[in-house]
């Protein structure tokens, strides 16, 4: 599961880091209003995919380990991927012929032709992609996984730097370059299903895979509201400029999707693999203290470092954006933890508890939004998403607590979050401005948290000896 994870994480981080060149390239070739329409178009990517998907990627990856016969395994792969096809095809052609119509009633000032309808498409073929995606991560073939994965952003980046810069075609060249890296890859997932699909159609398999789905689309929707639905209220109760700059400080503390993106990637086949083995319960309980540990690492690093790279990356009319880094840095934090209890749900087939627990959250988001921020704008957007994630994870801790899954330990997830409270306390009370000595301090302070950790006792004797050896090979 490490050497897993780590391909995971080193595959988004490489994708994600080449993205972040194109922050300056955006910020410095859009306006703020311009960066609003991007960010719009990337939420509506973000909402179809999942939607028209149906939540058929999860009923993939949670069946696939139930087949003992590898012919009938490709056929319930087949007809998952043909139905896909035929009912994404459909909802893109009418979302394309009524478009001008149904978006500019959801939309104030982002016009359908070109940006929207050449969205809808892009997330036409990113669906057809997600089938492929969720194969080849239960089969746990992470290179190939990674390149499909990560390959796609990494294009984009290849064709933005032509289309927005050389071909000087700004936000339109932003857009076009995200639906051709989506396109050129189309075969290669056609290709990777074909390899692990046969052409069939078997109704009982879809209606068992649609019970175990459905569910999860208020859920993946769910997910959609907490990060990205904020952008649409601010689009039509604030305005664009707003709206581009609360999406960088957003999308650089979204550095902490790295690692749990690519830890949870890793984890969810493996416990699926593992959950039945006697010693299950201490061993998944183990791990629920790792991948807390991680989460609150890369998010405090996330929060004492992010700003600076507004400074460095952005034009000064984007620095603005350090205001909504605290809150959104504490919703990714809730978030991570939402990641263990979750999965245990996912293990036990309890799709609705799921579905439940982050509609709650979604809800709670959705109207705080449309209360506070006509009044208060992005910095309100930011805390009610902080807010429904711990609702969130409050929820989906208190449905997983009966199943019994894992052997929790507590005492030492309590020291880690502890710390973390008081790393995010001391950053608050340090200046924002771009100074060398809050710089130092905040660096100073990343730094101690190993040694913090272990003043409090988070250690046990055989992490202790662990790190004794790794410290005397580094000496």
Known sequence: MVRLSL??????????GIAFLLIPIYTRNMTPAEYGIWAICLTVV??????????????????????DNEQERKKFIGTVFLFLVVIGGTVMVILDRTGDVLFAAIFRDVPFHPYLRLTLWTSYFTLLGTIPIAVLRIQEKAVTYSFLMYGTSILKVVLA????????????????????????????????VLRNATVGWKSAWMLQALAFSLPL??????????????????????????????????QIIGIVSIVLTGMNNAWVPFLLKNYTRPDAKAFIGRLSTYFVLVTVIITIGALLFGRYLVYIFADPEYYSAVTVMFPVALGHLFLGL???????????????????????????????????VPRYGMVAAAWNTALAYLIMFAAVTMMARPLRVATIER??????LLIAAGMMVVDALLSSEPLW???????????????????????????????????????
């Not at 391909?7 to 994600?16: H, I, M, N, T």
């Not at 990627?57 to 696939?64: P, S």
């Not at 639905?229 to 581009?244: K, T």
């Open 411 to 416: 005492q030492r997830v309590v020291l880690v």
């Open 46 to 67: 973000a909402f179809l995919t999942p939607l028209v998907s149906l939540g058929l990627t999860g009923a993939v990856t949670r069946y696939y380990v139930d087949f």
């Open 217 to 250: 689309v208020p859920h993946t929707l769910a997910h959609w509201a907490l990060r990205l639905s904020d952008r649409i209220i601010l689009e039509r109760f604030a305005n664009l400029g707003e709206l581009g700059i609360y999406s960088l400080g957003y």
């Open 437 to 475: 000595l809050p710089f130092i301090l905040r660096a100073v302070l990343f730094v101690s948290l190993p040694l913090l950790l272990y003043v409090v006792g988070f250690y046990n004797l055989e992490e202790q000896s662990t790190l004794r050896k790794w410290m005397g090979r580094i000496s």
């Open 7 to 16: 391909v995971y994480v080193v595959g988004d981080a490489l994708s994600k």
């Open 161 to 192: 730097v032509y289309l927005v810069v050389v071909a000087q075609r700004g936000l339109l060249g932003a857009v076009e370059g995200m639906f051709w890296a989506t396109a050129i890859f189309l075969p290669i997932y056609i290709g990777v």
């Open 338 to 372: 939402y990641f263990v209890p979750v999965n245990y749900l996912f293990i036990a087939k309890r799709t609705r508890g799921i579905a439940l627990a982050t509609g709650t959250g979604a809800v709670v988001n959705v109207l705080a939004n449309l209360w506070l």
